[in-house]
């Protein structure tokens, strides 16, 4: 089992930065891909950015390309989002995800979310 937590959340102004981050505990060995998500009220879970665990090849959702970042530091099993220029339509509970290798996201390890605001 993996275990996964979040934090790095807050309230912040539009045009402002947080980073977020996630601590990785457990099976780590077993890791193959991580990734943020994201849901707000109303809305279905969607996936804003991971990283394959070994080669730290990533992808972005079309609406974080150029203001996030997603970053690993593997020998502290740490998961990283920094996020810029951030916008009202950002607001939501970010989730850290973990995948076994050879699987897809979402895996079928979650944190326990951590909320981010952006005000106008």
């Known amino acids: 089992q993996v275990q996964l937590v979040e934090s790095g959340g807050g309230l912040v102004q539009a045009g402002g930065s947080l980073r977020l981050s996630c601590a990785a505990s457990?099976?780590?060995?077993?890791?193959?891909?991580m990734g943020w998500f994201r849901q707000a009220p109303g809305t279905e879970r969607e996936s804003v950015a991971r990283?394959?665990?070994?080669?730290?090849?990533?992808y972005y959702a079309e609406s974080v390309k150029g203001r996030f970042a997603i970053d690993k530091d593997n020998a502290k099993n740490a998961l990283y989002l920094q996020m810029n220029s951030l916008k009202p339509e950002d607001t939501a509970v970010y989730y850290c995800n973990a995948g076994d290798i050879g699987q897809p996201l979402p895996g079928r390890y979650w944190g326990q979310g951590t909320q981010v605001t952006v005000s106008s």
């Open positions: 990283i394959w665990w070994h080669n730290g090849i990533t």
């Open positions: 457990g099976r780590t060995s077993s890791i193959g891909v």
